[in-house]
């Protein structure tokens, strides 16, 4: 069974960074490729980020390209999002999760983490 735990949410002020890691369990991390997605509330989950297995290939929403980066260290089993520049409509909860293969549909994922809480206010 795999299982995602994630980390480094919290409260930030506007134009601030923070970095999200997301520790994978259960299965060689360094086949799946991983996403994140958040969900503010009243809305409804949305795609933030994505990364083949490989890292070779990297996909950003238009609303975080140029701002967030996604990465992973396939020895660590451990993927990230590192939020710059953050803006008050980025608060939500984020979570990660796994897939056989990249994708923008939360559907299209097999696993989640139990997510983490970003705010971004002054």
């Known amino acids: 069974q795999v299982q995602l735990l994630e980390s480094g949410g919290g409260w930030v002020q506007p134009g601030g960074s923070l970095t999200l890691s997301c520790t994978v369990s259960?299965?060689?991390?360094?086949?799946?490729?991983m996403g994140w997605f958040r969900q503010a509330p009243g809305k409804e989950r949305e795609f933030v980020a994505a990364?083949?297995?490989?890292?070779?290939?990297?996909d950003y929403a238009t609303s975080v390209k140029g701002r967030f980066i996604i990465s992973r260290n396939n020895a660590a089993n451990t993927g990230y999002l590192q939020m710059n520049n953050l803006k008050p409509m980025d608060t939500a909860v984020y979570y990660c999760?796994?897939?056989?293969?990249?994708?923008?549909?939360?559907?299209?994922?097999?696993?989640w983490g139990q997510g983490t809480q970003v705010t971004v206010s002054s």
């Open positions: 999760a796994t897939a056989e293969l990249i994708g923008r549909r939360s559907d299209e994922y097999d696993h």
């Open positions: 990364i083949t297995n490989s890292a070779v290939f990297t």
């Open positions: 259960g299965r060689a991390f360094s086949g799946l490729a």
